[in-house]
């Protein structure tokens, strides 16, 4: 959440997370709910302390079990949120159809799986085809689903060169013109938006929804 300092209770949640106090984090969202905070700008509170959690990983304060303890108490966060935590997914939607998975040799889903929320809750129809997804599976499912859009997510760094090998695959398929394709995740921007090739990339789950709206109504 650049630009702004948290609130007390915004900061009290990032307390929680980075305490990996569940009961706490908990309590934390739903005092934020009751105080009448969008589920969404709660999660971009726990983006700021899941990327202390990962500065922390990175530089050796916490180790990989902490790292998976902080997604498992994200997904909690995300299920009293009310959002999707799990894969894969369907919805029937009478706007645009997407497709949406992680790329090839990244699992990290959680993001992911908000954006897919928010797709269905928007009324678009979803196919969500998982994590660790290579170029050829990205392919295959636009032959079969034929997606308006394709959102990629990947918040590792050699995702990007998936991400690149999946738009590389959509055009040798000569697919590339039937979808417009969207990245996002983690450290995705506008300069690993034109290395992979996409038409956009989106730094919150609400961004994918406003893009998918402009391209598909
Ligand atoms: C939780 C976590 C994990 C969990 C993931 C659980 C899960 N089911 O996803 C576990 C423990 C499994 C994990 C594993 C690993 N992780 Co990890 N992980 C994280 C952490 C701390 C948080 C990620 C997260 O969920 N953030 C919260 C969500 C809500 O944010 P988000 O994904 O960015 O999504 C938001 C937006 O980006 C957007 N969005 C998301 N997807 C999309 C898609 C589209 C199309 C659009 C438009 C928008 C959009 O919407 C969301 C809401 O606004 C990050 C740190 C960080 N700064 O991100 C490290 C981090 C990503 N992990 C990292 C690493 C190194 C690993 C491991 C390699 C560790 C290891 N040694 O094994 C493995 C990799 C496994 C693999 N092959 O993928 C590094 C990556 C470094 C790099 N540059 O490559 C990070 C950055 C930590 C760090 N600083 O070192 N990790």
Redesign the pocket.
């Known amino acids: 959440m650049p630009g702004r300092s948290l609130a007390a209770e915004e900061q009290a949640l990032v307390d929680a997370i980075l305490e990996f106090d569940e009961d706490a984090v908990l309590e934390q969202v739903q005092r934020l709910r009751s105080g009448g905070k969008d589920p ?1 700008q709660i ?2 509170v ?2 700021v302390a ?9 530089t050796k304060q916490l180790f ?1 079990t902490e ?6 108490l ?2 909690s966060t ?1 299920r009293a949120l009310g959002f999707a ?1 799990g894969t894969p997914a369907r919805a029937e939607g009478a706007k645009g159809k997407v497709l ?1 998975g ?1 790329v090839a ?11 897919l929320s928010l797709l269905v809750a928007n009324g678009y129809d979803v196919v969500d085809i998982g ?2 997804v290579p170029a050829g599976r990205f392919v295959e499912e636009v032959r079969r689903y034929r997606p308006d859009v394709v ?9 990007f060169d998936s991400m690149k090998a999946t738009v590389d695959a959509l055009v040798g398929a000569g697919l590339r013109d039937e979808v417009k394709v ?7 921007d506008q300069k690993v938006c034109d290395y992979v090739g996409a038409d ?9 929804v406003a ?1 998918c709206r402009k391209w598909i109504g």
């Open positions: 969404l999660v971009e726990a983006r899941m990327d202390e959690v990962g500065q922390r990983f990175q990989l790292l998976i303890m902080g997604g498992e994200l997904k995300m935590t949406l992680t040799g990244d699992i990290h889903d959680i993001g992911k799986n908000i954006v994590v660790d959102g990629m997510c990947g918040l590792l760094t050699v995702a969207i990245v996002g995740g983690g450290a995705v956009a990339w989106g730094p919150t789950a609400a961004d994918a893009i």
